[in-house]
């Protein structure tokens, strides 16, 4: 006869994905029930620990790796993938724009200087901590990637999730300050540029995954070709240079280049990497869309809007090529 209490498992873990519900089921619920005496089964509820533990195996069985059903482990591969690209373009997004701040500023006199230290020390406690955590932790974006190509897993998790925090201080501002929010479109897609490949590192990542592997290069040669591409995009392009103008050209070269790549040579797991990069560059078009949209009404250069333009063209062509290439790659088989 079953309890009250077998139900309430049973009903919990229904958030388990169904291979591993046959596979596994009974066998949990006989463990869960083990020491709990019969008698009192019917006044018991499954404990919040219990639940967590049942919720966090759902998320990893349905981000699986080998041994799961074909579906899953591609999921499981393309948030994998996701993750990983992601934080490798934050990384070097962050490290070539804050060395070319330092070198703009340290390269046109004390007065550019003094103005760049004051954006630290000028404006009072609270706007001291929140200008030098908006400098120092995202330069953990770096330290996140090259943590998880070494598969330092917990190291890598900690330092994304630190690395995210600076993109929610324009949601909290309002709150702990007299000024108001500004531009909620691209503070909501900037948060999301940062917390989803963060959140995806936590829960993709887990014990059973695989190594993360780039498909191509050694992690520090694809780490410098991307601080180049980036740092050189503003360099080269100064009066383009907004928030989305170096990650959009960088991952507009990359996905051409992936897709070139793709043609050349068969590799296993492709489809997972072309949804990964398309989900990646859909989140770089919400910026760059976001950025365009705060500059609606404002007199700017007739160069820039056409450049800004162009690269949102070019996202939403790539994305849209990407997503073809991974329904098609996706398809049962």
Known sequence: ????????????????????????EEEMV???LWDVDQETQ?????????VASIAALAVRSRLAAAG?????????????????????????AVVSDEVLRVTWSA???????????????????????????????????TV??????????????AAVLLAALPSLWPVIEPLVTEWPMSAPYFVTANALFAWLPA???????????????????????????????TGGSVALLPTMADLAWAPATCFVLAALGWLLLRTRRAES???????????????????RTASLILWIGLPLPAVYLAGAYAQATALTLLVLVLAVVARRDLAPR
């Open 199 to 229: 959140l995806a590192v936590c829960a993709a990542y887990h014990r059973d995954a695989p190594p993360a592997v780039l498909p191509v290069g050694t992690p520090g040669l694809a780490f410098l070709a991307c601080c180049v591409v």
């Open 107 to 141: 390269t046109r006199g004390l007065r550019e200087w003094d103005l760049f230290l004051t954006g630290f020390t000028g404006s009072g406690p609270l706007p001291t901590v929140v200008a030098v955590a908006g400098w120092v932790l995202p330069l953990l974006w």
């Open 42 to 50: 019917d006044q018991s509820r499954p404990t919040l620990g219990e």
């Open 30 to 32: 006989e463990v869960y």
């Open 269 to 287: 797991g492709v489809g997972s990497g072309a949804l990964a990069l398309a989900v990646l560059g859909l989140l770089i078009l919400a910026v």
């Open 144 to 157: 996140g990637f090259f943590a998880l190509v070494h598969d330092r897993r917990r190291v890598a998790r």
């Open 68 to 92: 799961a059903p074909r579906r899953y482990a591609l999921f499981g591969s393309a948030v994998r993938n996701f993750a990983l690209y992601a934080v490798l373009l934050q990384a070097a």
């Open 1 to 24: 006869m079953t309890t009250l209490l077998e139900a309430r498992y049973r009903t919990v873990l229904r958030l388990l994905p169904a291979y591993y519900r046959e596979a596994r």
